[in-house]
């Protein structure tokens, strides 16, 4: 009788139907994760919530999280197909009893021996049995199989990577954690007369975010509510005709103070800007009007402020000095202490042909002066060193911003805006966006986003308004 431990070489070899003998084993152990119960859950749709709600599961009599029972049966078949006997093996039968619930951190060792053997077919009956780290069976069972009468020994499959990420409604509530424990503020929203702009406002209202002032044509606005069964309790509708009206009629409500915040809907970001720029009419102070995209990217393990992507179109270094400063005090508003900004170019160095190193090289000795004050700048640094220690390191970059910057402050509105959409769209980074340096914050999203990406903008504005409460 022999005893074979789990492959640990780079190739995979069978025992064949002669080389086997009744009373031969095979042994693997395994301990269980949760990812293995999610991974499991994945591939094979069963969501029972004994295995994937930790709530559910706390109640039930089991009080905690268990592993689905094939997770088990998976691993007979493991050892069945990869070892004993291995490649070449079919399946004809299976029998499985089911003992004792196994939970996260149990270890497992599955013992496969073999019972029978039926030489006219090949055919061999196993014995198999599962027990945890007590010593208690968790699973007994046999399996019949049709053994390999040929030696097999290849290299082991090469399988991609798997990682489990958070799901995007996990990501989304992180993002509106930031506002977490704050009172909703009176919002204007900007003319919401398609589906998605409405559904952002009233999931933002639903989320406790804000009390919302709608602002446009009231008949088409109730009738886009009605068609798409949404609620308007706690909404003020203000009646204008047309979207320049409605900008118009929303920026002086901030200006007078009767809102906090504003929401752009389904109207051109020029047609509401213009009116929040405008010289005496609109919402300006001394500081540059800017745009910051805040993002959750899967792969970056922390939030990634982006700007200017949506406002300044080509910013020169006295523009620059003004949104970089802008997102600095974003990024302390929501508790992001000391926030690295890495400045952006195509290159390392200051290269006098490339005005972005340039101003890269004048706004960190701009910081060093206190003419930039509250984040540690470094530029002028490539997007992969800016967000890549490894990046950094290999190519002698010794910076305190490099490979984990907070902020990264882009050369212009196109390389800014084509990263954040890449971002969005290759990475899978939950978006939302924000204007700064106007009297009152201002939710500037595309009319592309989602309702999601809205009230998760939404939450930052929150987050300004009670900031400006506490200075005032």
Not at 155 to 174: C, G, I, M, V
Not at 226 to 235: F, T
Request: glycine fraction near 6%.
């Amino acid at each position: 009788m022999t005893e074979i431990q789990a492959i640990t070489s780079d190739y995979i070899e069978n025992r064949t139907f002669d080389e086997i003998a009744v009373g031969d084993s095979a042994k693997l152990v395994r301990t269980l994760r949760q990812e293995d119960i999610q991974m499991y859950a994945i591939m094979s749709g069963d969501i029972n919530p004994n295995h994937v709600d930790q709530d559910y599961a706390h109640s039930s009599l089991l009080r905690e999280v268990i592993a689905h029972g094939m997770w088990g049966g998976a691993l007979i078949s493991n050892v069945l197909g990869t070892q004993f006997p291995g490649p070449g093996t079919v399946y004809r039968d299976q029998t499985l009893h089911f003992a004792q619930p196994v939970r996260v951190g149990d270890t497992l060792t599955v013992i496969i021996t073999c019972l029978k053997k039926f030489p006219r077919t090949h055919h061999i009956v196993f014995d198999c049995l599962c027990v945890n780290q007590d010593k208690q069976k968790v699973i007994t069972g046999t399996a019949e199989v049709l053994a390999p009468t040929e030696k097999i020994k290849r290299l082991k499959a090469n399988l991609p990577d798997f990682k489990l990420s958070k799901t995007r409604k996990a990501r989304f509530e992180h993002l509106l954690e930031i506002s977490s424990g704050l009172s909703p503020i009176s919002m204007a929203v900007v003319h919401p007369c398609d589906a998605e702009s409405l559904k952002g406002a009233l999931l933002a209202r639903d989320r406790g975010l804000i009390v919302p002032t709608l602002v446009g044509p009231e008949e088409k606005i109730r009738q886009l509510a009605k068609a798409n069964k949404l609620d308007l309790h706690g909404c003020t509708l203000i009646n204008v005709a047309h979207s320049h009206a409605a900008a118009e009629i929303a920026v002086s409500l901030a200006r007078e103070g009767q809102v906090e915040a504003l929401m752009k809907g389904s109207l051109h970001t020029d047609e509401l800007m213009s009116e929040v720029i405008d010289k005496v009419t609109g919402l300006r102070t001394e500081r540059r009007i800017s745009h910051v995209f805040l993002m959750d990217v899967p792969t970056y393990p922390r939030l990634l402020l982006i700007t200017d992507a949506a406002v300044n179109v080509a910013p020169d270094l006295e523009d620059k000095v003004d949104i970089v400063q802008n997102a600095i005090d974003l990024a302390l508003m929501l508790k992001i202490a000391s926030p690295k900004v890495a400045i952006l170019a195509a290159v390392e160095t200051v290269n006098i042909k490339m005005q972005a190193t340039l101003d890269a090289a004048a706004l960190c000795k701009m910081a060093d002066r206190g003419q930039i004050t509250g984040g540690l700048l470094d530029g002028p640094l490539a997007f992969d060193n800016a967000i890549s220690l490894v990046a950094a390191r290999t190519k002698g970059i010794h910076s305190a911003v490099a490979g984990q910057a907070d902020i990264l402050l882009v050369p212009d509105i196109e390389s800014g805006n084509m990263l954040a959409k890449q971002l969005e769209y290759l990475a899978d980074a939950l978006t939302s966006g924000i204007v700064l340096g106007a009297r009152v914050p201002i939710v500037l999203t595309s009319r592309a986003d989602s309702a999601e990406t809205r009230t998760a903008s939404t939450a930052i504005a929150v987050v300004m308004a009670h900031a400006k409460r506490q200075i005032f």
